[in-house]
């Protein structure tokens, strides 16, 4: 394959826009080009490339992301999406989730749990599966997480809502709305309101 392009990218001049054979292929970083003499009109195999790349790669992404996670708990998703939009080769990838893995800095099951234990006392069960479910932790974890640990009753956050409130028709409605909106099933809000309306 041929080097068409060589192209430094407008966000970021560390990186350049390497093209094969006039597609694009990724963005590597500028040092690259110039440690391994990449200029345009260069033959080289896709494979060699690829080889190139992830040696120059990986202990810059592996660095990189041990900044990002160490202010929070993380999910294997987030980080395949945060190395994805810094440009990082799927091999890269790869490669760092795995060492993650491997050292015990991401663990999908530890970030349900805790996050479970942070938002439960304000949202219901479908509000935090959807949640989870977005941050790209499987279901099996998810259903897993929210049958062993304690979800705060409807009650606490409801009562909360009402305070200072006189019960009438249009309250009863907003209240069902805003247990919608933070994820409390149907069951529970209707039981809710007819403890009420006793």
Known sequence: MKITKLEVQKNDKNRVNLYLDDRFYSGIPAELVYLEHLKTGMEIDESELEKIVFENEKSKALSRVT???GSS???QKQIRD???KK???PKTISYVIQKLLEYDYIDDEKYAKAYVL???KKYGKLKLKSQLKQ????????EETLEQNQIDSIDEVANKYL???LWSPEVKQKLIRFLC?????????????NNLNK
Do not use: H
Request: proline share 0%; net charge positive.
């Open 118 to 120: 942070t938002y439960g």
């Open 67 to 69: 900044k990002y996670i």
């Open 135 to 142: 941050k790209g932790v499987c279901d099996e974890i998810i």
């Open 163 to 165: 305070k200072n409130k």
């Open 181 to 193: 909106s933070r994820g409390y099933e149907f069951e529970d809000i209707n039981s809710y309101i």
């Open 73 to 75: 708990l993380k999910t």
């Open 82 to 84: 945060y190395l994805k």
């Open 87 to 89: 440009e990082y080769s």
